[in-house]
């Protein structure tokens, strides 16, 4: 399984990445707007250093605008995915695009129908919204499972990103339900490695280490 980041901040992608933990990076128009740096140069400073996928955007909604704008954002770098939405448009975009070679994201999935329909039209990563998915009551772990059993039943050249993940309990459920990624903001992936009892048990041997050494 691998980890992307979900964020747009240099530096968080920095540390997860220096710990080894960083196999690529997801942003959205939202992430882009929290940084409040140029889109372009948030992206080219990103794949300075990332080597894996980062997935970049586009911000029109009709398929000519999304094309013309992936044909962009693909030659900032090498690794440069093109995030498109799920619609009509999207899709329309997605397979012009796949058949160019440009790699599409199709990102906003909520059911097993969509992510069938971005797969058919040659989508490279579907992203399906594990936390919203929940918060409507629904189980976005459920739905990671099915397009994992979609994807491996009939060989669909496509991998999950589960995204929106904003828990442990997520992260932990999109492993076990299939997911090849799991999209992780900044600020969850320190949860991911802590517990309680190992500080309390480094805090103990401490403890410990320096009764022994005053013996
Ligand atoms: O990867 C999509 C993600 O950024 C959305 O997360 O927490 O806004 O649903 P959230």
Redesign the pocket.
């Known amino acids: 399984m691998k980890f992307f980041l979900?964020t747009a901040n240099v530096d968080e992608i920095r540390r997860i990445n220096d710990l080894g933990l960083c196999d690529g990076v997801?942003?959205?128009p939202?992430?882009i707007n929290k940084e409040g740096r140029d889109f372009k140069e948030v992206i080219s400073e990103i794949a300075s250093f990332v080597e894996g996928p980062i997935s970049a955007e586009v911000t029109s909604y009709d398929y000519e605008s999304m094309v013309k704008e992936a044909r962009d954002l693909s030659k900032w770098a090498d690794n440069i995915v093109v995030k498109i939405p799920m619609t009509e448009d999207g899709l329309r975009a997605i397979n012009i695009l796949s058949k160019e070679g440009v790699r599409t994201n199709c990102?906003?999935i909520f059911s097993l129908s969509q992510a069938l329909m971005a797969m058919k039209a040659g989508a490279s990563y579907v992203?399906p919204?594990?936390?919203?998915i929940d918060?409507m009551g629904e189980d976005g772990a459920r739905l990671v499972y099915d397009i994992r059993t979609i994807i491996d039943t009939y060989g669909f050249d496509c991998e999950i990103?589960a995204?929106?993940?904003?828990s442990i309990k997520n992260f932990e459920d999109a492993a076990l339900a299939g997911a090849h990624i799991a999209?992780v903001?900044g600020n969850l992936f320190e949860k991911l490695w802590s517990h309680v009892l190992t500080d309390q048990g480094i805090d103990k041997f401490k403890k410990d280490w320096e009764a022994f050494e005053g013996k």
């Open positions: 979900d997801t942003t959205n939202s992430l990102t906003l992203s919204f594990m936390g919203r918060d990103i995204a929106s993940i904003r999209t903001p």
